[in-house]
């Protein structure tokens, strides 16, 4: 990441971090003596040094001073510090995520706003401590007033209308105390609030957990323990107070010999769940090893005085490995401890004692680039809208929604800024484009499996040069086409396409990130969960998560989308499915770690255990045996079921048609039509019948009777708007290349193939097509075969499923495809490369890089002359060559496209207008027709508002 850029200091990201106590915010007050006020929700209880005095609402607390006191601050805020002012006015501070109000008591807000913006204190902030903060204190002092920041162990000093310390450790600070600090209540912490003294000194109240100290900021900590045993006020507070907020869980780490082990233990469920991922050390580096799961078989209750051993049934990534698993834990907070033992039928094994690292089970470090004009994610308060019942009021902020997952998303240096240098705002990035914005643009990026992620926010989404109604991707699940093998890493969210939905600022604009996060951790729509048996209700559209779409949400047969996803929200309470939660929380290390396995391979819903022979592993018990992962994982896709569905009732009927052979090489095509089946008059439907959209998946069985679903190389996140098909519109249709996907290339031997598509319906039911066999044939001579290889390979691929791309990691597949071109031109299979070609010259490409972005302009010409090609060639009655109908139309589109940016709009619509002739004379049925016509004219009106 970069600097920020012009105009960042309006906007930070989950200033103050999510945490762990059941109060959210303490509100310092100038009482003497000594009195503050635990916010829960809207409600505080107040205490003094020895006891509770009171409880109730906020807004009641010193009436009226406080009585006024607005939404969300009075019920959401999740920190307050005070700010002394020489008018003797009592200031709070209050912070509800970015936003901040300062309040002077009996008067009213002096400031609303981003916390950046705050006068005197947020232009000062260092990049630093511009989220996930842990601590903000005022300190005594009039004049200039002085704030205490901290995160970790790391802290600044503001003072107000003069600028901040620089960042360094708490044990820099100058008072002698804070070098006495000693884990674990050096840091981290979750609350903090001055103490009164007789004699001027500084004293703190720290809170971490179920644990406080008091602080003395020259002698050091005097006393640390429970609540009760540091400050009887404190431990006076009602129970709500002092039960933990997020789930009770804790990861330890531990180390024998060469060995690690993450350890995870989990105590939100009845019953425990115990996880743990092994690595081992060779050369100075961590080498994953294994993983298992132990399912607890009784309830365990921590903190315990002496260790409780946690029995259960444990299962293993690779089950060749060990056998058993043995854990004891004593208490799931700093300081706590944990022993692992993992062992083979025999006894011999490896014994882990771990100590408490952290109360998120995983971390992840989220590095975000965004373009100028946009905005960083937004932020939820659940007092904006009516609440379901069950969901407090809170601030929800990407980092909120996966703390109370028990995931730990930590903001990676400080969001950078892009300058739209070169490129117009509207700026549509295509897959290749994006892929190739992350490797160059992602600080943390390497080959490997690791938990960090980049999200880039951009314009607009485009598929095969037209701007689509996408507004979120995980992008990064890519075959090896473009290198990337290790998938999963990168992820964007597109502003403009939001924003014209009305999302920007809104609960559904923070629900698009937690969603692209949620596939970027393996885990899929809850439609499209595999196999089909393991989805909700209705087949998942009545699932309340954050991998559903909101208009999916059944709310009656004549419900309208609006209705739909106000009904959705009316019960969602913002968290995981119960199996969305076990993947997140002890999902085997390379099913969910970013750079691990690829898309579709361990979900959340599939089965856990890997191949014990999968590449790159091996068990290993001793140094002399140690296995290095130096590669990528390129585990296959697993096999699919292939049980039919249950009979829809939705009026629906799917069927696959094309070719029933292809050539050497040639990119295998399907025709995809969603029709009524008669049974019903009219029926609704998604539009979107491609194999990377939300509803339409292709199962492939090859020739080794094998069955497995296709996957395509992005699978993109957009509206579900729906269509009524009926005698006007009775079919929908939609061609489909399958010959390349995320598991590289599909028809990988010559030999008969069974393809059946399956489309979820909007009622949650699932149609299957009948089965459309076709035959996959070997060279018939050796210029044969030498076509054909220029076509196979996964660069290759890849271009032909991008539509043609300049990414550098494609550089061996484009030059193939120009060989094609110039050496067999004659080929029937040369079509195809100069489609590819001819498609992406027709449009700019976007290149990120840290100064703006850089634009490769449309080469028109040669987009026209390939284009043409490829229709003359379609349309010649000499010969077989060609591509399909619905591609042609498609091509056409784009040709017209190219004449029309080349600045012959006359030449655009006559390629428009035969358009529309040629499928005349095809003879294809008038609703198709009608149809086509409505594509054309779209696509003329369209080029001529661009003239």
């Given at each position: 990441m970069g600097p920020p850029g012009p105009g960042q200091e309006a906007r930070t990201m989950g200033f103050i971090r999510s945490k762990t106590t059941g109060f959210t915010a303490i509100i310092p007050t100038t009482d003497n003596p000594w009195r503050a006020l635990f916010l829960r929700d809207d409600r505080v209880a107040q205490i003094n040094q020895t006891a509770l005095v009171s409880e109730g609402l906020l807004t009641a607390a010193y009436s009226p001073a406080l009585s006024s006191l607005p939404e969300p601050f009075a019920s959401c805020s999740d920190a307050a510090f005070s700010m002394t002012n020489p008018d003797g006015v009592q200031r709070t501070v209050f912070i509800a995520g970015d936003m901040c109000l300062e309040w002077a008591w009996g008067v009213g807000a002096k400031y609303t706003g981003p916390v950046t913006g705050l006068p005197n204190f947020g232009s000062y902030l260092p990049a630093a401590f511009r989220s996930d903060v842990d601590v903000v204190m005022g300190l005594p002092g009039v004049n200039p007033t002085y704030t205490l920041l901290i995160k970790g162990d790391q802290a600044t000093i503001i003072t107000s209308g003069q600028g901040a310390s620089t960042p360094g450790p708490l044990s820099g600070l100058r008072e002698a105390g804070w070098k006495k600090?000693?884990?674990?209540?050096?840091?981290?912490?979750?609350?903090?609030?001055?103490?009164?003294?007789?004699?001027?000194?500084?004293?703190?109240?720290?809170?971490?957990?179920?644990?406080?100290?008091?602080?003395?900021?020259?002698?050091?900590?005097?006393?640390?323990?429970?609540?009760?045993?540091?400050?009887?006020?404190?431990?006076?507070?009602?129970?709500?107070?002092?039960?933990?907020r997020l789930p009770p869980t804790g990861r330890f780490r531990g180390t024998s010999g060469i060995w690690t082990v993450d350890l995870r233990v989990d105590l939100a469920g009845a019953l425990p769940v115990v996880s743990g991922d092994i690595f081992a050390t060779s050369n100075g580096a961590e080498v994953y090893q294994n993983s298992f799961v132990l399912d607890g078989t009784q309830a365990v209750a921590l903190p315990s005085a002496t260790a409780l051993s946690i029995p259960g049934t444990v299962s293993f990534a690779f089950p060749n490995w060990m056998s058993r698993v043995a854990v004891s834990a004593d208490k799931l907070a700093p300081g706590g401890t944990a022993t692992v033992t993992v062992s083979a039928a025999d006894g011999s094994g490896l014994t882990f004692v771990c100590f408490y690292t952290s109360r998120f089970l995983r971390s992840i470090d989220w590095e975000i680039d965004y373009l100028a004009g946009t905005e960083l994610p937004t932020q939820y308060a659940t007092t904006q809208d009516p609440r379901p019942p069950g969901l407090a009021k809170k601030i929800i902020t990407v980092q909120a929604a996966y703390a109370e997952a028990g995931i730990e998303v930590r903001t990676a240096g400080v969001p950078n800024q892009v300058a739209l240098t070169g490129a117009g705002a509207n700026s549509a990035w295509s897959d290749a484009e994006l892929h190739a914005a992350m490797v160059a643009n992602f600080s943390l990026h390497r080959d490997a499996q690791q938990w960090k992620l980049w999200t880039l926010i951009a314009n607009r989404h485009e598929t095969n040069g037209a701007v689509d109604g996408c507004d979120g991707i995980m992008f990064d699940w890519a075959g090896t086409g473009l290198a990337d093998d290790f998938q999963r890493q990168g992820m964007a969210i597109f502003y403009d396409t939001a924003r014209e939905a009305g999302y920007v600022g809104r609960r559904e604009g923070l629900f698009s990130y937690i969603h692209e996060i949620g596939h970027a951790l393996n885990i899929h729509h809850s439609w499209q969960k595999q196999p089909e048996s393991t989805r909700g209700p209705q087949g998942g559209m009545a699932d309340l998560s954050f991998m559903n779409y909101a208009e999916n949400y059944p709310a009656g047969p004549t419900a309208t989308a609006q209705q739909r996803e106000a009904a959705f929200y009316a019960a969602f309470a913002w968290?995981?499915?119960?199996?969305?939660?076990?993947?997140?929380?002890?999902?085997?290390?390379?099913?969910?770690?970013?750079?691990?396995?690829?898309?579709?391979?361990?979900t959340a819903h599939t089965v856990a255990q890997h191949d014990a022979d999968s590449p790159g592993h091996r068990p290993a018990l001793d140094d002399s045996d140690l296995p290095v992962q130096r590669g990528p994982l390129t585990t296959s896709v697993p096999l699919a079921d292939p049980t039919p569905p249950a009979p829809s009732q939705s009026g629906l009927r799917l069927d696959l048609s094309g070719s029933g052979a292809f050539s050497h090489g040639e990119p295998v095509t399907v025709q995809i039509r969603l029709s009524l089946d008669g049974t019903l008059p009219q029926a609704e439907a998604t539009p979107n019948l491609s194999p990377g959209s939300d509803n339409l998946t292709i199962l492939i069985t090859d020739p080794a009777a094998d069955t497995?679903?296709?996957?395509?190389?992005?699978?993109?996140?957009?509206?579900?708007?729906?269509?009524?098909?009926?005698?006007?519109?009775?079919?929908?249709?939609?061609?489909?290349?399958?010959?390349?996907?995320?598991?590289?290339?599909?028809?990988?031997?010559?030999?008969?193939?069974?393809?059946?598509a399956r489309y979820t319906a909007p009622d949650g039911s699932v149609i299957a097509s009948p089965d459309h066999t076709i035959a996959v044939n070997a060279p018939v001579d050796d210029a044969d075969k030498a076509a054909g290889d220029l076509l196979i390979g996964d660069q290759q691929g890849t271009l032909l499923a991008l539509r043609g791309s300049d990414a550098p990691q494609l550089a061996d597949?484009?030059?193939?495809?120009?060989?094609?071109?110039?050496?067999?031109?004659?080929?029937?299979?040369?079509?195809?490369?100069?489609?590819?070609?001819?498609?992406?010259?027709?449009?700019?490409?976007?290149?990120?890089?840290?100064?703006?972005?850089?634009?490769?302009?449309?080469?028109?010409?040669?987009?026209?002359?390939?284009?043409?090609?490829?229709?003359?060639?379609?349309?010649?009655?000499?010969?077989?060559?060609?591509?399909?109908?619905?591609?042609?139309?498609?091509?056409?589109?784009?040709?017209?496209?190219?004449?029309?940016?080349?600045?012959?709009?006359?030449?655009?619509?006559?390629?428009?207008?035969?358009?529309?002739?040629?499928?005349?004379?095809?003879?294809?049925?008038?609703?198709?027709?009608?149809?086509?016509?409505?594509?054309?004219?779209?696509?003329?009106?369209?080029?001529?508002?661009?003239?």
């Open positions: 600090l000693t884990a674990p209540m050096n840091g981290d912490f979750d609350h903090a609030v001055m103490l009164p003294t007789a004699d001027g000194s500084y004293q703190t109240l720290f809170i971490k957990g179920e644990s406080a100290m008091r602080f003395d900021w020259s002698k050091g900590p005097t006393t640390t323990g429970t609540y009760a045993q540091v400050l009887a006020g404190l431990g006076a507070l009602p129970a709500a107070h002092k039960n933990l968290t995981f499915t119960a199996n969305e939660l076990r993947h997140l929380r002890h999902g085997f290390y390379y099913n969910v770690v970013p750079g691990g396995y690829a898309w579709g391979v361990g497995r679903l296709f996957q395509p190389l992005a699978r993109r996140c957009g509206s579900q708007e729906r269509v009524t098909l009926d005698a006007t519109t009775p079919a929908l249709y939609e061609s489909a290349y399958i010959g390349y996907g995320a598991a590289g290339l599909t028809f990988t031997q010559p030999g008969t193939y069974r393809l059946q597949g484009n030059a193939a495809l120009d060989t094609l071109i110039t050496d067999h031109p004659d080929h029937p299979l040369a079509v195809y490369a100069l489609m590819a070609k001819g498609t992406n010259a027709g449009r700019d490409f976007l290149t990120l890089t840290p100064e703006g972005i850089d634009v490769r302009a449309a080469d028109t010409d040669t987009s026209i002359t390939q284009l043409s090609t490829v229709v003359e060639t379609t349309l010649d009655p000499g010969t077989d060559a060609g591509v399909d109908n619905i591609t042609l139309n498609e091509t056409m589109r784009t040709l017209a496209r190219a004449h029309a940016d080349g600045g012959d709009i006359k030449q655009a619509d006559a390629v428009l207008d035969q358009l529309v002739e040629v499928f005349a004379d095809k003879g294809v049925p008038e609703t198709v027709l009608a149809t086509i016509a409505e594509q054309a004219e779209a696509t003329r009106t369209q080029l001529h508002d661009q003239a």
